[in-house]
Nanobody, 118 residues
Framework: QVQVVESGGGLVQPGGSLNLSCTAS????????MGWYRQAPGRQRELVAS???????NLADSAIGRFTISRDNAENTVYLQMNSLKPEDTAVYYC????????????WGQGTQVTVSS
């Protein structure tokens, strides 16, 4: 059974940094895309960044220049380094693990709260 567990959220002041991590277990994730989504109150869940096993990354426009996604394939772990945080980055951040060929193989973590406030 696949499990996805996030950590690293919290409260940070504007301009600060946070590093989120997410580890998947219970499967072989070579052909899986690993990524981060976020959902703010009253808004739809949106993609923040994703990365393939080969290291090809995709970032939302809002993340470019501020966030970096990386992946440790040996540990089945994906990281999201967030710098220059803004209040509008406040949201619940969810880790997603999605098979590149089979859409039904799609797994989510429980979410971690990120709050950017002074």
């Amino acid at each position: 059974q696949v499990q996805v567990v996030e950590s690293g959220g919290g409260l940070v002041q504007p301009g600060g940094s946070l590093n989120l991590s997410c580890t998947a277990s219970g499967g072989i994730f070579t052909l899986y895309l690993m990524g981060w989504y976020r959902q703010a109150p009253g808004r739809q869940r949106e993609l923040v960044a994703s990365i393939t096993n080969g290291g090809r990354a995709n970032l939302a426009d809002s993340a470019i220049g501020r966030f970096t996604i990386s992946r440790d394939n040996a540990e089945n772990t994906v990281y999201l380094q967030m710098n220059s945080l803004k209040p509008e980055d406040t949201a619940v951040y969810y880790c997603n693990v999605h098979h590149l060929r089979y859409d039904n193989l799609d797994y989510w973590g429980q979410g971690t709260q990120v709050t950017v406030s002074s």
